[in-house]
């Protein structure tokens, strides 16, 4: 009997761009990269200004702030950030 995932989800590309999307909903003048990592688990770099100043757990709770959506419920879609990098450009 092979293994059956029930209900795995959209694809990695569409959970990239929704989040990709959600950041620079939250933050327009941000540069957004997005990798997958594994199921629900994704590598984020945010290029924007507007961390100038802050330290970088403000930087951080900035990012988080605009995909909370995408990690909250019961099957949220985004699991685990494994790594999140912010810089200023």
Known sequence: M??????????????VA???AAIEGAMPEASVDVRPQGP???????IDAAFEGLNR????QLVYGAIT?????????????D???????
């Open 40 to 46: 629900g688990h994704f590598e984020i770099t945010v």
């Open 18 to 20: 929704r989040i990709r």
């Open 2 to 15: 092979a293994l059956q995932i029930i209900n795995a989800g959209p694809p990695p590309e569409e959970i």
């Open 57 to 60: 757990v403000k930087q951080q």
């Open 83 to 89: 790594r999140l990098e912010c810089r200023v450009p």
């Open 69 to 81: 959506g995408l990690m909250a419920g019961p099957s949220p879609l985004v699991h685990a950030v």
